[in-house]
């Protein structure tokens, strides 16, 4: 696939590993016989870095072997997630180092989430950008406090601490981004 075709959300083999592209930028050449410059900013997959890569446009990438397949949590070990298939009850492994970042984030009833499938092998979750989880342990409200904005920490029922309002109290569900594991709202 050629450089200029490349859009985000993309996964190409660079350096002998699957990357999915985040973000595309052009730059335009400044002199006349210049190239025009791809630049992509992506993440590897297996390692979870961020990987830069630069190209011309008429140079290309080969896409990769790779699908996305919505799973389910089935249960989690001390090493690893097994994860469920939602359409041919196919059973994924992952080791839990290699998503320290989604563990939080990961229930039995959560929907929406994919396992990221890279030459029949599980390589990563993709999670939806929003997630409801259950409060399991916070502050009591204190009466009278609701004339300024405070917050105060809220433990949820997968062990993530996030920052929220003072009137939230103990069995709440809300709604957590997974992208900056900020309070967003009650659910």
Not at 63 to 85: G, S
Not at 97 to 113: K, M, S
Not at 143 to 165: D, I, M
């Amino acid at each position: 696939m050629q450089a200029k075709e490349i859009k985000p959300g993309a996964v190409v083999v660079y350096n002998d590993a699957p990357v999915m592209i985040e973000s595309v930028s052009v730059q335009s050449p400044s002199a006349r016989g210049a190239a025009t410059l791809y630049k992509f900013r992506g993440r590897n997959l297996v390692t979870q870095q961020k990987t830069d890569i630069t190209l011309k446009g008429a140079d290309s990438l080969t896409m990769a072997n790779f699908e996305k397949r919505p799973v389910k949590l089935m249960y989690r070990d001390a090493e690893q997630m097994h994860l469920l298939d939602q359409e041919n009850f196919n059973q994924y492994s992952i080791a839990l180092g290699d998503i320290e970042r989604e563990t939080p984030y990961i229930t039995e009833q959560l929907e929406g989430a994919y396992a990221l499938i890279y030459d029949d092998e599980c390589v990563g979750v993709q999670l939806p950008t929003a997630v409801e989880l259950t409060i399991t342990r916070c502050d009591p409200a204190i009466r009278g406090n609701s004339a300024t904005a405070r917050t105060k920490p809220l433990t949820l029922e997968t062990g993530l601490v996030v920052h929220g309002p003072e009137y939230l109290s103990e069995g709440e569900r809300v709604k957590v981004d997974t992208r900056t594991g900020d309070f967003l709202s009650r659910a």
